[in-house]
């Protein structure tokens, strides 16, 4: 079920219903903790099963720390490396592109705030670390942003995918850039046209040697990736430790977030999946 496009949430969960379905494990793609990215989906999942308790809901942790999603990553990306000019290869600049959020919402992400860039750099150091296993080349990466919306006032995550194109076109034109959409599990609109369109464009302006990594979508990898959230989240219900597949030096995701992680910038609501009630500035106020 989606947010914003059909099959939407509020009707898969009903037909959930109506075929007899009495717990289920939520899948979200996106694998990074902020309000937007995870929060809001378990306000979305509460919103559709609330109303009566004969379907239950699991929600499946983020993954940015799972294994998994790294290695699909750095297979695409040194593919990527693979389709530039031979000689341009070894001094390929790596920008890890995501999608921007508003700052306010990256500084209260996670439990203890800023989980969403931090979270993005982990990925990135272990993509990096694991292309430079394969390759023995070590090379230097930023962190992108694309996808910017909302009010021109209001500072969003920056800098922009095609600021730093030209930032770095202006610092050594001859240095190929390989982009790595790692804020994105499949090549959706924002990719093909954010990545392949305009930051594509963007490069081919500055004379930009240029290349986009795929995104997981069904890499092995990622696949079995989910299969062992699924296994990791159904242990965990059953009491059970688990070993659980981690990759990176940043805390563990969790399955059960506390009631303050990633706030609402409207305010409280209710949300599916928390550990405990919230403290007393997320409570709507009494009546």
Not at 99 to 108: T, V
Not at 116 to 143: F, M, P, S
Not at 151 to 161: A, G, I, N, Q, R
Request: proline share 7%; glycine share 6%; net charge negative.
């Amino acid at each position: 079920g989606n947010r914003n496009w059909d099959p939407y949430l509020a009707d898969t969960v009903a037909q959930m219903r109506s075929d007899g379905v009495t717990r289920a494990a939520a899948f979200v793609t996106s694998a990074y903790s902020s309000y937007a990215g995870c929060r809001q989906y378990r306000e979305n999942l509460y919103d559709a099963v609330a109303p009566e308790t004969s379907l239950r809901i699991d929600k499946l942790r983020p993954y940015f720390d799972h294994p998994g999603f790294v290695e699909s990553f750095v297979e695409a990306t040194c593919a990527a490396l693979a389709e530039l000019p031979s000689g341009a290869r070894r001094q390929a600049r790596l920008m890890f592109a995501t999608h921007s959020i508003p700052l306010a919402m990256a500084e209260s992400s996670g439990p203890t705030g800023g989980a969403y860039v931090a979270q993005h750099r982990c990925v990135a150091e272990r993509v990096t670390a694991g292309i430079h296993r394969r390759t023995g080349v070590a090379h230097d990466w930023q962190l992108v942003y694309c996808s910017r919306s909302g009010s021109p006032s209001t500072p969003w995550l920056e800098p922009d995918v095609n600021d730093a194109l030209a930032a770095h076109a202006a610092r050594d034109i001859s240095r190929a850039v390989v982009v790595v959409p790692i804020g994105f599990v499949s090549d959706h609109m924002e990719v093909v046209y954010d990545l392949d369109t305009e930051a594509a464009a963007t490069a081919e302006k500055l004379r930009l040697p240029f290349a986009r990594a795929a995104t997981s979508g069904v890499h092995p990898a990622f696949v079995t990736m989910v299969r062992e959230l699924v296994v990791e989240r159904a242990a965990a219900e059953r009491g059970e430790a688990v070993e659980r597949a981690v990759s990176g030096g940043l805390e563990p995701a969790v399955h059960l977030c506390s009631a303050n992680c990633c706030p609402n910038p409207r305010g409280w609501r209710p949300a599916l999946g928390e550990t405990e009630e919230p403290a007393a500035a997320q409570r709507p106020p009494s009546t």
